[in-house]
């Protein structure tokens, strides 16, 4: 059985760091891209980064480049969200998903974890 | 950027048929996928590459996408089907996927 598990959220002060991990099991982790989608409290799905199957190629939304890292350690089985300078418009919750396909225009997210909880807050 | 457009909500009544539009510039030319997200859970696939389901989900749900825009079908709508509902497709000229902004779909 395919799973993801985010762990890592919590309440951190603006300007802060944060790391994010993905625990996947029941698959092949270093046969897929993997991605960060957040949402914010009572908003829609956000697309924030995607890293390649061998770590390589990583890619970022305008609103997070530079401030946050994605990495993964395919022999953990990890996928990491290093966050930083992070702002009030960073609270949200972050889920991992498994992208299916090969990075290209047919692919689709088909499995989530369940998600975990940033508050940026002072 | 590609930009997706759905309508805020869609209600209907148990029994009836409920259709989620997808609106966007030439959308016939990309693949469309759907996910359902009821409250305080994580995103579902429900449908791919159009009208794809994956194994689980019930032939109540089916996608079409036709010109500008794509659309989630789902027949014989149950109280179970609540939630919200979000479209995606892949933004080539930016290279990352694109969501739209959800449809809440309310059984009355």
């Known amino acids: 059985e395919v799973q993801l598990v985010e762990s890592g959220g919590g309440l951190v002060q603006p300007g802060g760091s944060l790391r994010l991990s993905c625990a996947a099991s029941g698959f092949s982790f270093s046969s897929y891209w993997m991605h960060w989608v957040r949402q914010a409290p009572g908003k829609g799905l956000v697309w924030v980064s995607r890293i390649k199957r061998d770590g390589i190629e990583t890619n970022y939304a305008d609103s997070v480049k530079g401030r946050f890292t994605i990495s993964r350690d395919n022999a953990k089985n990890t996928l990491y969200l290093q966050m930083t300078s992070l702002g009030a418009e960073d609270t949200a919750i972050y889920y991992c998903?498994?992208?299916?396909?090969?990075?290209?225009?047919?692919?689709?997210?088909?499995?989530w974890g369940q998600g975990t909880l940033v508050t940026v807050s002072s | 950027s590609y930009v997706l457009t759905q309508p805020p909500s869609v209600s209907v009544a148990p029994g009836q048929t409920a259709r989620i539009a997808c609106g966007a510039n030439n959308i016939a030319s990309k693949s469309v996928h759907w996910y359902q997200q009821k409250p305080g859970q994580a995103p579902v696939l429900v449908v791919y590459h159009n009208y794809d389901r994956p194994s689980g989900i019930p032939e109540r749900f089916y996608g079409s996408n036709s010109e500008n825009t794509a659309t989630l079908t789902i027949s014989r709508v149950e109280g179970g089907d609540e939630g919200d509902y979000y479209c995606?497709?892949?933004?080539?000229?930016?290279?990352?996927?694109?969501f739209g902004g959800g449809t809440k779909l309310t059984v009355l």
């Open positions: 998903a498994r992208l299916r396909g090969d990075g290209g225009l047919l692919d689709y997210f088909d499995y």
């Open positions: 995606q497709v892949w933004d080539d000229s930016r290279n990352q996927p694109v």
